[in-house]
């Protein structure tokens, strides 16, 4: 009976396990760290705010550009110097080194395991297998909405994972995957779970947010015992009226200029979803985005745009746009300052190009890297 109790007690006493935790790139990121830390809360796990406090540190990457890549070496280099445990996640943890070997492990030989992105069940196994995890708290421990990063009055709301696109600057779909839309009941449920929890704008995301449903052929799926199509229409028009009962927003991210995005408007005229839309444009001339393989009809951008205003006058529109695309001349640059005066983009994030790895492209026809004149006109 003594040995019992002594062991109960030791059992007891057991301090917590703590995973240090570092979510570095996008948004689509961003969510899979909070469904990381969720399943860690779900299972008993404490964070830690320092490595050195740590029993073991997962650092979730990014591999888009250079310099994202850079620093999450750095930051790998950083949680192994201070803790010596670290499990590597994200796209960084996809991307192929010299002779087509893991670039994390070639750099980082000592980590204990990598993953690439949306791999929260590899990354828990991982984490088992280092650091056993704690007894099962109650279920009411894990708030309905999971752990978030963001600030309690917003939160993102993944829709889907990968893209059909390759475009020629971009190795996203080479380490995230094409298309995958998740189940249109999930993502409302979830929506729900974020309103009741106190979120007051949810901000949809995913690579491609106009595409959502492509994958599926836009199947009709189920919430609350009512038919609903996975389709962006058919979603946006649910997420809105959900919003409107809790006094919330909801703010379309990554909307590729597709004719369909049209349908979106007259929800926003009515207040439904804010009068907002986020589209990576990226550049105007018609043989630049064609180099680019961008998808939409770029070259009738403007008279969307027109369309957009007539409908909702109210509508304001972000985008982004690349300087110094290899190949592209003085007259294109011209060109897309020109498409940016008439367009009147209410708010634009201008980049210099950033080449990426095995991007079949004419390299030495590109900008050169370090001059960034055409951003600063740009700005």
């Known amino acids: 009976m003594s040995d019992l109790a002594t062991n109960s007690t030791a059992s007891a006493a057991a301090p917590t396990p703590r995973i240090g935790f570092v979510s570095l790139g996008c948004p689509k990121a961003l969510t899979d760290s909070e469904l990381i830390l969720t399943q860690l809360s779900a299972e008993g796990y404490a964070t830690s705010k320092t490595f050195q406090g740590a029993d073991l540190v997962i650092v979730n990457t990014c591999g888009f550009i250079d310099d994202a890549v850079r620093e999450s070496l750095d930051t790998i280099g950083e949680a192994l110097a201070a803790n010596g445990k670290v499990i590597v996640t994200g796209c960084l943890g996809a991307k192929t080194g010299d002779g087509g070997g893991n670039l994390v492990r070639q750099m980082h030989p000592s980590v204990l395991a990598v993953t690439g992105p949306h791999a929260t069940q590899e990354v828990m196994d991982a984490v088992h297998l280092h650091v056993p995890k704690p007894h099962d708290p109650f279920i009411d421990l894990v708030p309905a909405a999971g752990i978030k990063l963001t600030p309690r009055h917003y939160a993102y709301l993944k829709i889907s994972e990968g893209c059909n696109h390759r475009c020629s ?7 995230r995957g094409d298309l995958v839309s998740r189940p249109i009941g999930d993502v409302l449920n979830e929506a729900r779970a974020l309103f009741e929890g106190g979120v007051k704008e949810l901000l949809v995301i995913s690579q491609d947010t106009s595409a959502y449903g492509v994958d599926v052929k836009y199947r009709t799926g189920f919430w609350d015992g009512k038919p609903v199509k996975t389709k962006m229409l058919d979603l946006v028009a649910q997420l809105g009226e959900l919003a409107k009962q809790h006094g919330a ?3 379309l991210h990554y909307v590729y200029p597709y004719p369909h995005v049209d349908e979106i408007l007259p929800l926003m005229a009515e207040g439904l979803v ?9 550049h105007a001339h018609p043989d630049v985005l064609k180099r680019m393989k961008r998808p939409a009809s770029g070259e009738r951008n403007l008279e969307r745009l027109l369309k957009w205003r007539e409908a909702c006058p ?18 294109e640059f011209e060109y897309l300052l020109d498409f940016l005066k008439e367009a009147q983009i209410d708010r634009a994030g201008c980049f210099a190009y950033s080449p990426i790895d095995r991007r079949a492209l004419d390299l030495h026809r590109r900008l050169p890297w370090r001059d960034r004149s055409r951003v600063r006109v740009l700005a």
Do not use: H, K, N
């Not at 804010?274 to 990226?282: A, K, R, T």
């Not at 109210?314 to 007259?331: D, L, N, Q």
């Open 169 to 175: 600057f971009c190795i996203i779909p080479s380490m």
């Open 249 to 251: 927003w909801v703010r």
């Open 274 to 282: 804010l009068p907002y839309l986020d589209v990576p444009f990226q």
């Open 314 to 331: 109210e509508i304001v529109v972000r985008s982004t746009f690349i300087a110094g695309f290899p190949g592209e001349t003085e007259a």
